[in-house]
């Protein structure tokens, strides 16, 4: 994948930040196809799914609290995608930017 090395922001009017506030599962707003990748943390633990109508559930990615992570955008995402979370214990937010390598 990347081995460290650094990422490019996708471009701000195509590709925006998104931020969903969680407690049970929640989505970003979603994006078109493109994007390698996708740089998402969350400020409470959560479990994390990323691709077309991505539904978050406790058998998806778990994510520590405020340690950000880089994921990649499934190559079958052709028709657009979303980041979706649901929470471990506590809501909170999460934060996804997209991006290439």
């Known amino acids: 994948m990347n081995n ?11 590709y925006p930040a998104s931020v ?6 929640t989505e970003t707003s979603g994006w078109a196809a493109g994007p390698q990748a996708v740089w998402v943390f969350c400020t409470t633990a959560a479990y994390v799914e990323v691709g077309s109508g991505a539904v978050a559930t406790t ?7 405020n340690v950000p992570m880089l994921i990649k955008v499934p190559p079958q ?17 999460c934060y996804a930017k997209p991006c290439n390598w």
């Open 77 to 93: 995402a052709k028709d657009g995608w979303v980041v979706s979370a649901v929470q471990v214990a506590a809501g909170g937010n």
């Open 59 to 65: 058998a998806s990615l778990p994510m520590p609290a």
């Open 4 to 14: 460290g090395n650094t990422v490019t922001p996708c471009g701000q009017a195509e």
């Open 20 to 25: 969903a506030a969680y407690t049970t599962h």
